[in-house]
């Protein structure tokens, strides 16, 4: 399948260990983000997102926190796992705008 | 699960020729988007096209490109002269609107322009 972002900044976690990926984002007047997993091959997959009106968001496994301040969104995955290992991007959607993707972060998930 | 089907998985094609790519969104979604990827860099947007019109386009998107959606269910990208950077991954998404999940995107086509 097609090999995707072979210059990406890595993050290499043990099996079983918490994961965090972060994101700086440009937009101030951005309102809404979303977290996207991309496996290789495949196109982005929607993991979590979150408003601006928030600052944290649970799912499962994962959880996204939101700093307006400073522009910092992050992703963090607990306990990971092999199948976690992807490409993963943030977006941010500036209001009435399209998502623009951030540069993304290779996960390595290590056994 | 609903998905959004792009077809075909890999296109290779000589410079300045013509290509259509494929993509069938899920089927009640209304908004329709394509964005390309090219190798080892970010996804970029091309186009978002709703209500059978282009709502949005990047300035990626100039008069080589242009998007149609003939019928009730298929959206395609034309290329109408290939360039050697054309090629990327191109990928249609497919949103609803009408709360939070962001785009389906589809599993993408590579295009390589040789």
């Known amino acids: 399948g097609e090999s995707v972002g072979l210059h990406l900044p890595t993050l290499s976690v043990q099996e079983g260990d918490n994961s965090i990926i972060n994101c700086a984002y440009s937009n101030s007047a951005s309102d809404y983000f979303i977290w996207y997993k991309q496996e290789s091959g495949k196109g982005p997959q929607f993991i979590i997102d979150i408003r601006s009106n928030m600052d944290k968001r649970q799912g499962q496994r994962v959880t996204v926190l939101l700093n307006k301040t400073v522009k910092h969104l992050s992703l963090q995955i607990a306990a990971t796992q092999p199948g976690d290992s992807a490409v993963y991007f943030c977006?941010?959607?500036?209001?009435?705008?399209?998502?623009?993707f951030g540069p993304g972060t290779r996960l390595s998930v290590l056994p | 699960e609903p998905e959004v089907t792009q077809t075909p998985s890999h296109q290779v094609t000589q410079m300045g020729q013509e290509v259509i790519l494929r993509c069938v969104p899920i089927?009640?979604?209304?908004?329709f988007y394509w964005y390309r990827q090219i190798l080892g860099q970010k996804v970029e947007f091309l186009v978002s096209f709703y209500n059978n019109e282009i709502s949005e386009k990047s300035e990626i998107f100039d008069d080589q490109f242009s998007v149609e959606r003939p019928d009730g269910s298929n959206f395609t990208l034309k290329i109408r002269s290939t360039k050697l950077e054309d090629s990327a991954m191109y990928f249609c998404?497919?949103?609803?609107?009408?709360?939070?999940?962001?785009?389906?995107f589809g599993s993408g086509t590579r295009l390589t322009v040789v």
């Open positions: 977006a941010e959607e500036p209001y009435g705008q399209n998502f623009v």
């Open positions: 089927s009640n979604h209304l908004y």
């Open positions: 998404a497919s949103l609803w609107r009408g709360g939070s999940g962001g785009y389906t």
